[in-house]
């Protein structure tokens, strides 16, 4: 699940997603285990990441570019990070520059005390939000668009500040789960339908927010129960309130943390990510199983779903694509032939699995289908007789407004070319994805409901969850800021 | 004038401003030009920098930690600032710690564009400002003083900048030399005292604004006149339009600019800051002049002075003590004996013109008197028979509050001691320094206008010329924020 | 493969070795090649790599501390490298600091020419040829053994170069491949039993050499043959020239390239190493299958013989254990709790696969078995009902001396315990190695020739293959130089 | 006298040298008290800076590239340098690159111990000794000619340290001053004539060599003697041997001491550096005197002469030319207009001391003549009347081989051209140069004496004091090594 930056990988072609929180109120490692739980969810973003601590008197920020490691590993760093209260951030940023102030936790001094706040991801109602509170003379320091919430707080006229937190929460659209920091109490919330994930622990008897399940294992926390969609949260030295502001309404995950973006070992809703993917490829498998001699993983994200295959069809799984783990940053290529070269500095053949085999061919998804096309050429030189690839999802044909970085609709694969014309373009012997309803049925349900559909899918179907005014409106073109800032 | 962080140094005693500032409209090299205008005013302010341009289209920042040369020497950085508007600042901060947010110019998106301000100077009531701010919903990204003229900016009801840029400026007290930027014009404003200093030059037709005349010179540019106190000069395409909102009174500017801010090259209202400093010297051999072999300076600031001294005098000038150029950061003493002898790190007795000789030392100011003691004791060293130590300014009793960082009073050596304690803790044979009135006679004046002084002196004198909301009312703590954030 | 610094690894108590090695003569690209194969080759040594090319006038160097792509991606290291002979290497360092000046390529000017080598290997008689010639008044640069060789090249009394290195050869003990660059040729050579491996390749009409032939698959180089035991290569314009000075013996590689050390995706002696290892899994599966519901591979050095394994014993293959790549530097624990923590900071248990599970884990060696312990602890903690240990190799009972960083004697677990102890030690419920005639049997003989092994494999079995001159000598000691420099 | 790399500066049409040299034995502090030393000897060369100090058991390096200050600062520097005999050697490099193999102390490890050494001066047989001993199998790590003595003394075949030292001096030719540490030694070295300096002092009852005394100055050392022409000394726990091995001949130092290379505060060969200078001005004054209103010194290297001709000729001396202390980095220009803006970022004219004015400019010499041009314009620019150019030294006409890095013969404008041709090419109303036998006078002789001249001075009339083996023989090209490595 590495995602570089390097064109020629074979991550390129993967989905990206915002975010990933944590926060843990009243333990004296706060900030050394919210660097922990960070790492773990290091896999939600790569570009920036950030803690915020309250230490009784002061917050303490440190907010950095670059991988979790890279910073808070250093003692220095943790010192800097007193208090028993921290909540931490881990960042892709999917538009404008990757800058500084735009890595959370963002801060607010309020009047009655400050506020941090992380969040994971998108608001479509952002730029609206923004233009009006720029008009009532708030002056914004980042160009995402999770400051707004800062500065619906910052505005309300409530009192107390969890009514100004719900407040706020009522006048933004889209995903969300925060996780946000007061003088007295660590709060945590979901949007309405539960786009994105958020989960409570407990270690030692302190109270911890994640987005993912991985982040409580890593620090021997106990999973107590995911966050519920709508719900917000309240965390003081007098335990969790739990508080539901929202009319109830079902809840609609997204199905891109069981396809691709929550790590295998996490539970979400209930369910293994690594057995839902086996599913996957079980259901895949039974779908579309086609005579083979083996089944090859693209590593590493089609492995799990590569196994349910293999084991659901009855052929030996083999790594025929060797992954090299030495890569740092790209290399800056003096001609086209060492540029192609390039090319197998991440993956080689592993030409004696491969060689002379009928190879069904297993990732997780395709978005552009640029590095299909290697992949398979890739096979084909190793001497494989046949490429078959199987996809364990279905096409994507819509983009997502809501966190996760897809290309513009003109330059998802599948929203261009049909099925035949995809294969042709690949190079593949067949080709196939698994069915919408194999999604649905791989995770329990009978079929899609759909009335009331069980996942949050439109990249699949175009059945957007929620109003899209940023996109409909006039904040229809990019998020922007009249400044350019390096760092 | 180097001014360095080294508490061995014999510049470890001097006076730190907090700023220079400099504008350019219309010019194609805009952020080159404001470099070098950066550069030259680079005494003025050395912790960090920063540059903002407009390109029609957006706003470019840098700012660094660090000097100019730092940052601003590198092409890539200067392609980064494209654009024919640029303003500039170089800062030494005062209070809190020396973080990137506090770096100017500082920016804010206002409904009809962008705002970019460098200031010059301190506002009396700036926290007074920012608690009532904060209360109405607003979010301050920064720890300095500086930020309220933003915030009252974007809070002004008036419908054109200008009018809400007075607007603002009518709400602070203080000192101040403003430089801001908008879609269409370039803005400078002095405080209604004129207690910093801001110059108006030309370049190729385009106007420039510029805390000091060295900062024209360097870039080859005509000085056209000093911006008048309470002044506001709005320039644009159509040239420069000259507003004066506020009542008029006579100028007060700081005294210190001539005493040891401005650079010797640079003219300030008229006159020479070098022939200044000189009749300083010359005027103190009239007031206390003395029997001697040689005349002294302190390196680099007593220079003037004493080149003024040993003429009126009739004295031989001689480098008695040597600087040493080359000093980085300071030497991290293992022992008390290597840290004793790290005193000679930045300085050395030149014994060949002090040994056996009447020595007269000249320095310009003395504000907490720890390293008058040690370069007494260097004189000594070196085998002066007489060391009689003259300065070129009045005793220092009152800490300043408009943009020198002055030590709190009880720090003040003169505000502790007797000129004859003064003279024995230093270990010299005779003391003096140049009286008030005197230094309203090297600058031409018959004497110190009691009722209407010509100059800000409230550091020897303790009149103040304007309120301290901050100093009495609840702001009297020091300038903070809950958050702490290294970089 | 990955083999990282933090003692909290898995990875933590692999074997280490030191090089790897590549050459290539006459290509226009040859550093740009050379910088790929030797990322191709990252896996035989992470600390240090370097480049040295001969452009027809000089020698060019880069040699740098830390991995390939940090260094050579960068347009600026390339063009600083022209010509069309280069030689590389990488380099994991045994003993000594990891100092610049041991970073090789190693160049010496001699009388008629340049000369830079690379070695991958141990010599077993270099401290005691160190101290000979800095007794004839030569100076070492470095504290590697390799050095040595420069320096008997240097006072060969032959005349010509082939002639001098040869002469230096056979002074040498130990195991070597050895890739040179002169004015007009690239030479390599192997040691008489060819325990470290070097191959020949062929690119655009070039020859190349290579630890490994993934170096040549990286560049799409076609595979020419092994260099043999004892063969010296002379690569010029005129092609390839074979000399063999050594007396012939049957070749005896190293069994670790085959255990551990190469690539899974070479092929080395004929032999597909990731074949091999899968052939290992089997082989132990039928010498110590037991009851049990999956194999669970420690990651990723386990994965191929795990596959082996499964496929031979009819059960299904798990991803049991997470491994999380994003892993920079070890984090700074600040307390012992943190530090616990931090053993998930790059493995963690997939539980929906182990918990209720007979778990039969595999790995590919045990040096010391503290991380064997942590494993099995991992597997008990999510759930595990029983877990049999199976590794696929025999026992490591002797050190090595041939350039794999093996720990002291009394380091090794299985010198210190038999079988039922360290299966105690490690709390499994049972534990099995592959046995010494199970390794050659994989490999496709009956079973070891006791006169004369097919391998060098004294870790099993104390037989080393050559003398062990500074070990039983004066040499004994470890190496060592009277200088201390930290870069 | 700081020398930048600026060529836009005043300070780039310098002489350069190429070192300092400081040893002490048998202090506590050894490290901490060089690293004083050292910075103290800066002027004499900023490229690099290196220190080995023995411990008893083994030689400690630190060598680096940059300042004294960037590198010795450090606490965890100065610890990795623990020992109580320590040298030390700061640099600037006349040819090859500024590579790290070059920074000295250089470093052997010989059959008895080590041998680390610094070296001050330049060997005229350097090249040819080099190429011998390659001949012979000795193996260069640097392109510096000071790495001969180390093989020499490896190579000899006396059985003593010391004789192999003196063995090694007997066969080098050239201007050096030797310090040099064995496991029971301080040795220190000055060639035959005494062309570069050498003093010895003493500090807590340890003997301390360095190049100038202003290095005794900054850690309280007392000045013993002069090390003389052809001694060579032993320090040891016993104390000072003195050795002179050669014929003895009178003494012949660099006259470039004086005139520019040693600090004002030192005392060489008896005389205050200082008073020297001030002593040229003076002669000049009497030699080349003129109606006029001011004297102005071009900064920094001119003061002393400007101080002296003005107190000799009863005119008032002023500061013309202001320095810009704060110069980092040359700035990249983006085009020739910012670029001539850039000339004026170290230096600008002082215009109140300038206009009108009839000004004698005083420079201490003159080498290429490029910045003279500039800082004549520059006086023009601001008014002067008159610009009357006056030189404390003779006109440069002969290049130099003993270690000051002089251009080629056809670059030193006094060599291409004669008087008026030269004031001419300035732009000066008048220009004038110490004369030859004015140098002698102002140190206190009636003239040069032409069988035996007092100094070595052939950089004014051509007599050079030794062989020039390398110039006249094959030696005559540059010194170079096939090796290019960047760092």
Redesign the interface.
Known sequence: ??RDNDDLDLDADRLREECGVFGIFGHS?AA??T??GL??L??RG?EACGIVTFDGA???????LG????T????EV?E?LPGSQAIGHTRYSTTGGTI??NVQPL?????G??FAVAHNGNLTNGLTLRREL??R?????ATSDSEVI??LV???TREKFIDRFIDALFQIEGAYAFVGLTNHMLVGARDPLGIRPLVLGELDGCYILASET?AL????ARFVRDIENGEVVVITKDGVESLKPFPRVPPRPCIFEYIYFA???S?VHGR?V??VRKSFGAQLAAEAGIEADVVVPVP?SG??AA?GYA?AAGL????GI?R????????????Q??R???V??KH??????IEGKRVVLIDDSIVRGTTSVKIVRMMRDAGAKEVHFRISSPPITHPDYYGIDTPDRENLLAARMDLEAMRAYMGADSLAFLSVDGVYKACGYDQRDPVRPQFTDHCFTGDYPTFLTDVVGEGAKQQF???????
Not at 67 to 70: Q, R, S
Not at 324 to 335: D, E, K, L, M
Request: charge should be neutral.
């Open positions: 699940m590495a490692e050394a285990i660097t922990l790492h773990a290091q896999h790569q002061r917050y303490n920020s440190e907010r950095r991988l979790v490691g890279d808070f590993s250093r003692r943790i800097r500084l102030r801060f607010a001094e309020l009047e005390g400050g720029i008009a003379g708030s002056i914004f320091q800062l500065h910052a505005r309300s991985c294992d890593i620090i021997g790590r295998p070992d539970i293994s690594y057995a590493d492995v799990p196994i084991q030996p799984y083999e790594l060797i090299n783990h030495y890569v740092g940053r790209t290399f800056i290529q003096p001609t032939a060492i192609e070269m390039g197998r500095m080689s053949a592993n030409r004696s699995v800021s009249l400044l350019a800032e390096a760092s």
